[in-house]
């Protein structure tokens, strides 16, 4: 929603999606790089764990999440992409595959199995 400045889309009542919705404020949007500081270095600042959390760098804890898609390459508008399985999406719908918690995976979706051998 920082991002594109809109609500999420959710189902209503009759079951069709709602269409249209109206941007909040252009002007304060943000960056996807931006996003993901809030989310992660500039939150670990703000517990004052900045030391040990907040980025993938040797001797952090290894906290991290593993995306099905580039988050950097999400555009503003609520286009639609096609995901590599050949489905598509809005931008901003992207799926976590894989969540590493202190180094151990803790969660792997079905069909990325093969992300444990990297680790």
Known sequence: AAIQRRP?????????????????????RISVEEALCAYTSDAAHGMFMEDRIGRIEVGYFADFTILDGNPFSLLTSPALETTEMGTQRP??????????????????AEGYEYLLQRL
């Open 91 to 108: 931008l901003g719908g992207l799926t976590v595959v894989a969540t590493i918690v202190g180094g151990v995976p803790r969660y792997v």
């Open 8 to 28: 999420i889309k959710f189902a209503k009542s009759d079951g069709d999606a709602q269409e249209d919705l109206p941007v909040w404020s252009p002007d304060e």
